[in-house]
Nanobody, 123 residues
Framework: QVQLVESGGGLVQAGDSLRLSCVAS???????MGWFRQAPGKEREFLSA????????NYANSVKGRFTISRDNAKNTVYLQMNSLKPEDTGVYYC?????????????????WGPGSQVTVSS
């Protein structure tokens, strides 16, 4: 099994920045890792994902230009740098991973999920 644990969430004001981290542990090889978020009463929303080998990551239009994904394979960690945060960014942020060669943008494509980290952006 693969276990994912997020960290770095919190309460910030609009315009502030946060950096989320996700550490993978367990049995895996070259995981695609990414980020989703979910607000109460809404569907889980794809944010960004990146292959083990790097390359061009995928971003949702809602965060493109503000969020940046990166990863450190030696540490089995993926990061999400979130800048210029807005109140509408508020939600539970989930790290996701799967043993795929290419990234996907739907939650059903990912087998492994972290417990989530709350991000709250006040106006």
């Amino acid at each position: 099994q693969v276990q994912l644990v997020e960290s770095g969430g919190g309460l910030v004001q609009a315009g502030d920045s946060l950096r989320l981290s996700c550490v993978a542990s367990g049995r895996f090889s070259r995981l695609v890792m990414g980020w989703f978020r979910q607000a109460p009463g809404k569907e889980r929303e794809f944010l960004s994902a990146m292959a083990w080998s790097g390359g061009r990551p995928n971003y949702a239009n809602s965060v493109k230009g503000r969020f940046t994904i990166s990863r450190d394979n030696a540490k089995n960690t993926v990061y999400l740098q979130m800048n210029s945060l807005k109140p509408e960014d508020t939600g539970v942020y989930y790290c996701a991973a799967d043993n795929n060669y290419i990234v996907r943008t739907t939650s059903a494509a990912y087998d492994y999920w972290g417990p989530g980290s709350q991000v709250t952006v006040s106006s």
